[in-house]
Nanobody
Framework: QVQLVESGGGLVQAGGSLRLSCVTS????????MGWYRQAPGNERELVAR???????YYADSVKGRFTIARDNARNMVYLQMNSLKPEDTAVYYC?????????WGQGTQVTVSS
């Protein structure tokens, strides 16, 4: 069964850092474009960063300069390094293809940033 499993979330104070990890199967990973999404309570899920198989990246304006997406093609892993976290970054974070494939949403990992 194809799965995406996110980890690395937690509770952190504003200004702190977290590193999220996503392990997936080659079936998903070989598509090429992978991304990190987040959903805060009452909000729609949004794409915050994406990365091509070659390493080209894109960031939403809200996280640009603070978040870094990376991938390990040999391990089918995608990472999100989050620095200078703000309370508005509080959300459940998910990884998925870009554009997202609804059959592959995992449980996500909760990130809570206290002020």
């Amino acid at each position: 069964q194809v799965q995406l499993v996110e980890s690395g979330g937690g509770l952190v104070q504003a200004g702190g850092s977290l590193r999220l990890s996503c392990v997936t199967s080659g079936v998903i990973f070989r598509v090429g474009l992978m991304g990190w999404y987040r959903q805060a309570p009452g909000n729609e899920r949004e794409l915050v960063a994406r990365i091509t198989s070659g390493g080209s990246t894109y960031y939403a304006d809200s996280v640009k300069g603070r978040f870094t997406i990376a991938r390990d093609n040999a391990r089918n892993m995608v990472y999100l390094q989050m620095n200078s976290l703000k309370p508005e970054d509080t959300a459940v974070y998910y990884c998925n293809r870009v554009p997202a494939d609804n059959q592959y949403w995992g449980q996500g990992t909760q990130v809570t940033v206290s002020s």
